[in-house]
């Protein structure tokens, strides 16, 4: 990439930079920057356990080159969506590594003096025998064991066990999986030692939900990266994709608030203002009975329904509004329970009653299961009917019935808080909803926590979440929270600027364990996302998180609403700054140059990952200063900016408007 630009780019970026001492030069240009990963505020937090012990045996599983090990698998698992994925990425990855093609046998024979790589449930050795059951590692910790010559990797589940090959591949091969088909991987390895492995590695968050569109539309990314699969958690209320923002699935007011249709007009079920339900019927107990019914039964009707007898969460969700009944019913409990949310609690608590008490008759036990029923806390709702006593911080309920039923659970999300900011802090726009994160937890052992990650007006802002996310993911684990997701570009089905892939990669790391060494990571991906252009790259990351902390600390790019900010203004993108961190952007492409003859295929990868990091900043120089530009060289950096945006595969400004209608139209291009 080539750029004409005016002015000297060798400045220094602003006072906020003399920390730094940043220089437009190359690396040996003024201080390191320090202390730019994660202030730490929560430390060390109890998770769960992630326990590895290895030793030597001795034996080999490659010995000069050749191999004799099988991979084994349970009969009739061949063609299961998990472990066939595991079987393909294990022979893929070996093959790399070592150069050999393992077979792949099911366990319906004899196995007796066999040497095999052992994926799930096998007849070699049981779930049951290796300790790796659902009351031992949930739903996703993985089991790695070495049983005689052969190495068992299983989890209490299918998913698991394809979960356990990622760690042998990353224990045994040095395999590590960033990016769309970019990984570490061993290579020309002729000698693989035989481990006495005796792992157990236990995700802190049974529920890892990723919404990065590069991931969520990918399933061998997503499950490379070890998320879990949303579609396979969340029955939606209308068979097809009403996971959220459904309550008016279940009761929609074009059947049940027209007056026309006498027979079907319930127009107590509705608020007020008619936009969301009113959970008290105003006051009316047969119209709030029916209601509960009517939902119950559609539940019910779910729980039989042959797509969805392995899922066991449902919701029950308020439509995507700050708004909540005002009626003279809900008003009197509001003022009773100090919050809108307590008639919501008790709504779903009675909604669960009836589901229960169905899965105990006859017709229900085939059905039965350990099922939630989830509500958001949300804008208006995300207050806990709790109060809370500054001076003994504790919280104190009016009354029982508020406590959230065994088969119902809070879906605790926020967009009005801060993502540039962590949870524990005072004095943020998160102190709040700190706070009712820890009221939820007084009625509840179960919180599912939807966290964000990204400035949802401009998807080519860059958005600093870098400095709170460890705290965050810390914080909500010590409060309870089983269950993770953090939007993020979910309409971005490719990629995302804004080191938007390395916080991907690194929300994957933190929802396993929260407390991983962010610093340790943060190289260890540099290093190799990189490769070469690493050291200008770290370089132009560690800057901008240094002016990422000034925006937030001094010029208001945080606060309120964060992640809706209108942040494409001068203030916060000076133009030298700009002009500099693209230099770093040429550095890094110097960096790789001699990779297009000795490595080409590596060139392309290197070159697209710098590519993808040039387009937020080169976006913004263009809209906020292209008018510093000669006509030519202005036209000549928006046609280099549109093919390399194409090529990347990048098409969203945000969830509603694309690149091309927002910024290239407004270009005639």
């Known amino acids: 990439m080539k750029r004409k630009i005016l002015g000297i780019c060798a400045v220094l970026l602003g006072a906020c930079l003399l920390l730094t001492a940043c220089s437009g030069g190359g690396s040996g240009g003024g201080g390191q920057a320090t202390n730019t990963i994660t202030p730490g505020v929560s430390g060390e937090v109890e998770g769960n356990m992630h326990s590895?012990?290895?030793?030597?045996?001795?034996?080999?599983?490659?010995?000069?080159?050749?191999?004799?090990?099988?991979?084994?698998?349970?009969?009739?698992?061949?063609?299961?969506?998990?472990?066939?994925?595991?079987?393909?990425?294990?022979?893929?990855?070996?093959?790399?590594?070592?150069?050999?093609?393992?077979?792949?046998?099911?366990?319906?024979?004899?196995?007796?003096g066999g040497k095999y790589l052992a994926i799930g449930d096998t007849r070699l050795q049981s779930n049951e025998a290796l300790g790796a059951t659902y009351d031992v590692l949930g739903r996703g910790g993985v089991r790695i064991r070495t049983v005689g010559d052969s190495v068992c990797m299983t989890g209490a589940t299918d998913e698991a066990a394809m979960y356990a090959v990622y760690v042998f591949l990353e224990q045994a091969l040095g395999f590590?999986?960033?990016?769309?088909?970019?990984?570490?991987?061993?290579?020309?390895?002729?000698?693989?030692?035989?481990?006495?492995?005796?792992?157990?590695?236990?995700?802190?968050?049974?529920?890892?939900?990723?919404?990065?569109?590069?991931?969520?539309?990918?399933?061998r990314n997503r499950k490379r990266m070890r998320w879990t699969n949303e579609t396979d958690l969340f029955i939606p209320a209308d068979r097809a994709s009403a996971t959220w923002h459904n309550t008016f699935v279940y009761l929609p007011p074009t059947k049940y608030?027209?007056?026309?249709?006498?027979?079907?007009?319930?127009?107590?079920?509705?608020?007020?203002?008619?936009?969301?339900?009113?959970?008290?019927?105003?006051?009316?107990?047969?119209?709030?009975?029916?209601?509960?019914k009517n939902i119950a039964d559609q539940i019910i009707d779910l729980f039989q329904d042959e797509a969805y007898l392995n899922y066991n969460l449902i919701s029950v969700s308020i439509e995507d509004n700050q708004n909540c009944c005002t009626c003279e019913t809900c008003t009197a409990e509001k003022e009773k329970y100090g919050a809108d949310s307590a008639v919501i609690v008790k709504f779903c608590n009675d909604i669960a009653k009836q589901v229960t008490a169905w899965m105990e008759t006859d017709a229900g036990k085939p059905y039965a299961r350990d099922y939630k029923i989830l509500f958001f806390a949300y804008h208006a709702t995300n207050k806990p009917p709790v109060t809370y006593d500054a001076a003994t911080d504790t919280f104190t309920r009016a009354d029982d019935s508020v406590v959230c039923d065994e088969h119902v659970?809070?879906?605790?999300?926020?967009?009005?808080?801060?993502?540039?900011?962590?949870?524990?802090?005072?004095?943020?726009?998160?102190?709040?909803?700190?706070?009712?994160?820890?009221g939820w937890a007084t009625l509840t052992d179960q919180i599912y926590f939807w966290s964000y990650s990204t400035n949802f007006t401009n998807f080519l802002m860059p958005y600093n979440s870098f400095d709170a996310v460890q705290d965050i993911y810390k914080f909500a684990l010590k409060n309870g929270c089983h269950y993770i997701m953090t939007q993020d570009q979910w309409v971005q089905t490719e990629s995302q600027s804004g080191f938007g892939v390395f916080k991907n990669w690194l929300h994957s790391k933190l929802g396993w364990n929260v407390n991983v060494n962010v610093e340790e990571l943060t190289d260890q991906f540099f290093a190799s996302y990189f490769g070469a252009a690493s050291e200008p790259m770290r370089?132009?990351?560690?800057?901008?998180?240094?002016?990422?902390?000034?925006q937030t600390?001094?010029?208001?790019?945080?606060?309120?609403?964060?992640?809706?900010?209108?942040?494409?203004?001068?203030?916060?993108?000076?133009?030298?700054?700009?002009?500099?961190?693209?230099?770093?952007?040429?550095?890094?492409?110097?960096?790789?140059?001699?990779?297009?003859?000795?490595?080409?295929?590596?060139?392309?990868?290197?070159?697209?990952?710098?590519?993808?990091?040039?387009?937020?900043?080169?976006?913004?120089?263009?809209?906020?200063?292209?008018?510093?530009?000669?006509?030519?060289?202005?036209q000549a950096m928006r046609r280099s900016f549109v093919s390399d945006v194409q090529k990347i595969g990048l098409t969203r400004m945000n969830a509603s408007n694309t690149i091309a209608a927002d910024v290239f139209a407004g270009w005639g291009m």
């Open 176 to 219: 590590e999986y960033y990016y769309t088909d970019f990984y570490d991987l061993d290579k020309g390895v002729t000698e693989l030692a035989l481990m006495d492995y005796d792992i157990t590695d236990v995700p802190d968050f049974e529920y890892r939900i990723q919404s990065t569109g590069w991931v969520r539309y990918n399933d």
């Open 257 to 292: 608030n027209k007056p026309a249709d006498t027979a079907n007009y319930h127009p107590k079920w509705y608020s007020v203002r008619g936009d969301q339900l009113c959970y008290t019927a105003r006051g009316d107990s047969e119209e709030r009975a029916l209601m509960i």
């Open 553 to 634: 600390d001094e010029l208001g790019y945080s606060g309120y609403r964060s992640v809706y900010i209108n942040a494409l203004t001068e203030t916060y993108w000076p133009q030298r700054m700009l002009t500099h961190w693209l230099d770093l952007i040429d550095q890094a492409y110097a960096a790789i140059a001699p990779l297009q003859t000795s490595d080409p295929a590596l060139y392309e990868a290197l070159s697209e990952h710098i590519n993808i990091e040039s387009i937020s900043f080169r976006y913004l120089l263009l809209q906020l200063y292209g008018t510093n530009y000669s006509d030519a060289d202005l």
């Open 539 to 550: 370089k132009l990351f560690d800057e901008w998180r240094i002016w990422a902390k000034y």
């Open 52 to 112: 590895y012990s290895m030793k030597e045996t001795g034996k080999y599983i490659v010995q000069g080159g050749k191999s004799d090990y099988t991979i084994l698998i349970p009969e009739g698992k061949a063609s299961n969506d998990y472990i066939s994925q595991a079987v393909s990425d294990l022979r893929q990855f070996f093959f790399e590594s070592t150069g050999i093609e393992l077979p792949v046998e099911e366990d319906g024979g004899d196995l007796s």
């Open 409 to 438: 659970g809070v879906y605790f999300a926020e967009t009005n808080g801060d993502y540039t900011q962590n949870y524990e802090d005072a004095g943020t726009a998160n102190t709040e909803i700190g706070q009712n994160m820890r």
